[in-house]
């Protein structure tokens, strides 16, 4: 019986071994195969390259990477490295450092039975590892091919270069926190302590160390808490490697760290063009994949100083009067017709790394009547500029919209609707729109204009007709809006970058000319744009309300946009108005503006219903200084396929009645039933339309997901932003669209 089993194993044994040998012949093949495709080791290669540099429109510089004053990464020698940073660096980044041949099997391992346990990712890199990482895969995924050219490359770099000159690399190439200026071990001493680093001592030595393993997050300006928490467990590190006893150890941890940093850090630079720099960094990445903060380039960029200095001091209240600190700006300025940004307002005391109110999204009120409604009625429905619509009571479930007058007005026209921002016209306007094309053609309509709809719950809900969208619109996104339909529907991808040269390659992004080249025409047609547009153009020159502060602007259209807080919200905010904005064109310039407060200001029970002018008066500022620029542009021309007759458009082939001359229009009133009669009245909630809103709490707490639209965007909180509303309009009464916002339960009502 055994001799049998024995007989019956031995083929088992034999395609066993077979399958071993395979399987190792299979695993040299492909190692050798990868290890041949591996770029040539070169060790002149891991020294640290020169800053980035980013330049104006008139190819001045604007921003070097890694200084404060513009200058360049200081690279340091092994001699000046003081001996408690080297111990804190070797605790926590590779304590066999001084031992292994660049890789580390048994850190390896002992990673991976970790991760298995734990279905954590710690990671087993060798701090030469690191180095080739940052030097020739800085942007590269996370594969196990990727790793083992890694490997190949350390163990060539450990022959060819002492540890010493290694470690000094390294800590050249590598970033200590959020700022660009703590880029290398020299810059992170003067960006955290103002101190040469053979000045450091053991606390600030444990606290760089700490920060290597997350910048992001143990960056003390911005994290003090966790940053306080990872220089004690480096320095529990130290004692455990015997570099330092634990006498010395509970010293250090007694010595607080905000005693011992510098008061010139990022937090309290205020630098004028910060928010425009941040946006090109993120624009940076998002288009070539590099990190200009790793690799040198020259970035050439469409930013005029002068605007954006006085875009900034705008914002700081330097140069308009907030009347409350506590309230905020976001705003974008770019050519109407090419999609280059010029200037953008990040928000107030914006620094480097925070929340840029530019790409935040807001609800958007009645700012986007114009595109939303209005235009996609004259594309979909051809309908004229002078259709006229009913004007009265409606209702559709628990859905109650009123004006903001509390009034009726009979049959209206298109313009007279959108010039006064009613909402019922402007909702049964969508209605039939939606009927027409759907969510999905709303969605596509939307994005043609570089609005993103990723994550609005459900455009063909009635509510975003006047403002209420799950997840808002930014200030960038509105600018682009507008400016597609101020030029006859052409949409150009908004960028703040002419062209990117990689110093080390000698490659050149070619941005701005192969975004002109893609420009294509929108869901809008010529001729509904051109109507929009001019229905824009039409009303804004009568100059009423908060249009009155663009007078003296040549040829501006404009669109002003209020949200308001649910009449349930408490703390005396209920009714009252949260979100403002102002969005104005003209042949050369947009400028989107909105203002807000954030999470700081609402829990105080901060409203707006004070500050409705205040866009309008930003907006008027910022045009009038860009017209007295010269330009040569002007209006695209009016369609061949646009008729005028009379005072009104119609597209050629069209049924075109004179139905707002055949009209008058009868005021009704509806008896009010909320003291807030300056706005609108205040809706129940419905259960559509849930936000979630990226918010604009600038708070020092950690952000667990960057970029709005942008970025990585530093110190904010961005989870919840009660937002989501419905506008109720006001037009050119002095005061602007005002919408319904709901309370914390961020319910998108009416």
Request: hydrophobic fraction near 30%.
């Amino acid at each position: 019986m055994k001799t049998r089993t024995l007989k019956k194993l031995k083929p088992i044994r034999i395609i066993g071994t077979i399958a071993l040998v395979g399987a190792i012949v299979l695993a040299g093949v492909l190692g050798f195969n990868i290890y041949k495709d591996t770029e040539a080791f070169d060790a002149d290669k891991l020294l640290s390259s020169g800053a980035s540099v980013m330049y104006d429109s008139n190819g001045e510089v604007m921003y070097t990477y890694g200084s404060d004053e513009n200058g360049t990464r200081e690279n340091i020698t092994y001699d000046d490295l003081p001996q408690v940073l080297v111990d804190a660096v070797i605790a926590a980044e590779d304590s066999r450092f001084f031992e292994h041949n660049g890789f580390d099997l048994p850190r390896i391992a002992k990673a991976a039975i970790s991760n298995l346990a734990t279905g954590g990712r710690q990671g087993g890199s060798t701090i030469t590892q690191q180095l080739i990482k940052k030097t020739y895969f800085p942007n590269a995924e996370r594969t196990y091919t990727r790793k083992l050219s890694e490997v190949f490359l350390a163990i060539q770099a450990d022959k060819a270069l002492s540890k010493e000159e290694i470690l000094t690399l390294y800590l050249n190439k590598i970033y200590f926190g959020r700022s660009t200026r703590s880029i290398g071990i020299a810059a992170a001493c003067k960006y955290y302590f103002n101190k040469d680093v053979s000045e450091l001592t053991l606390p600030e030595a444990a606290l760089l160390a700490g920060s290597l393993n997350s910048p992001y997050n143990y960056d003390p300006y911005y994290c003090l808490d966790k940053a306080t928490k990872r220089r004690n467990t480096i320095l529990n590190l130290m004692v455990t490697h015997g570099y330092i006893t634990q006498e010395e150890c509970d010293q250090a941890k007694q010595v607080k760290i905000e005693n011992t940093l510098c008061t010139s850090s990022s937090t309290s630079n205020n630098s004028t063009l910060a928010a425009y720099v941040d946006l090109v960094t993120e624009e940076v990445k998002e288009r070539t994949g590099l990190d200009p903060k790793e690799v040198q380039m020259n970035i050439y960029t469409y930013c005029d100083k002068d605007t954006q200095e006085l875009a900034t001091a705008i914002a700081n209240g330097d140069k308009y009067d907030y009347s409350d600190e506590d309230l905020r700006m976001g705003g974008a300025i770019q050519s109407s017709q090419d999609g280059r940004i010029v200037a953008i307002i990040g928000g107030r005391n914006y620094s480097y790394g925070l929340l840029n109110f530019a790409t935040t999204k807001q609800q958007p009120g009645s700012s986007v009547k114009p595109f939303l409604d209005y235009g996609l009625a004259f594309e979909n429905l051809d309908w004229c500029t002078g259709q006229t619509i009913v004007d009265e009571p409606y209702s559709k479930g628990n859905f109650k919209p009123k004006n903001w007058d509390g009034k009726f007005h009979g049959t209206v026209s298109v313009t007279s609707a959108l010039e006064n921002s009613w909402n019922i016209p402007a909702i049964k306007t969508y209605e039939e729109v939606t009927k027409k094309i759907g969510k999905s053609g709303v969605v596509s309509a939307m994005e043609s204009l570089g609005i993103d709809m990723s994550k609005q719950k459900d455009p063909a809900n009635l509510s975003y007709a006047i403002g209420g969208w799950t997840t808002g619109i930014s200030p960038l996104e509105m600018a682009s809006a507008y400016a597609t339909i101020s030029n006859n529907g052409l949409y150009t991808e908004s960028h703040t970058i002419n062209y990117i040269e990689i110093v080390q390659t000698g490659r050149v992004y070619n941005v701005d000319e192969d975004i002109q080249s893609e420009a294509k025409q929108s869901d809008y047609s010529k001729a509904s744009a051109f109507m929009i547009r001019e229905v824009m153009l039409d009303y804004t020159k009568n100059g009423s309300g908060n249009y009155a502060y663009l007078s003296g602007i040549d040829n501006v259209g404009a669109k002003t946009g209020t949200s308001n807080w649910q009449s349930s919200k408490g703390n005396g905010m209920g009714g009252k108005s949260r979100d403002l904005w102002m969005s104005a064109y003209t042949s050369d310039y947009v400028c989107s503006v909105w203002m807000g407060f954030d999470k700081t200001g609402f829990e105080k029970g901060k409203t707006t219903s004070r500050y409705k002018a205040y866009p309008g008066k930003v907006v008027q500022m910022l045009l009038k200084h860009l017209q007295k620029n010269d330009s040569n542009k002007i209006y695209q021309e009016q369609p061949s396929t646009v008729i005028k007759d009379g005072n009104e458009y119609y597209k050629k082939g069209t049924t075109h009645s004179h139905h707002a001359s055949e009209t008058t229009e009868e005021t009704t009133t509806e008896e009010q039933t909320t003291e807030n009669t300056e706005d609108t009245t205040n809706q129940e909630n419905t259960d559509q339309n849930t936000t979630d809103q990226g918010t604009t709490d600038q708070g020092n707490t950690d952000q667990s997901s960057q970029n709005q639209g942008t970025s990585n965007q530093g110190n904010s909180e961005q989870g919840t932003t009660d937002q989501g509303t419905t506008d109720q309009g006001t037009g050119n009464q002095g005061n602007q669209d005002s919408s319904t916002t709901p309370d914390t339960s961020q319910n998108t009502n009416q």
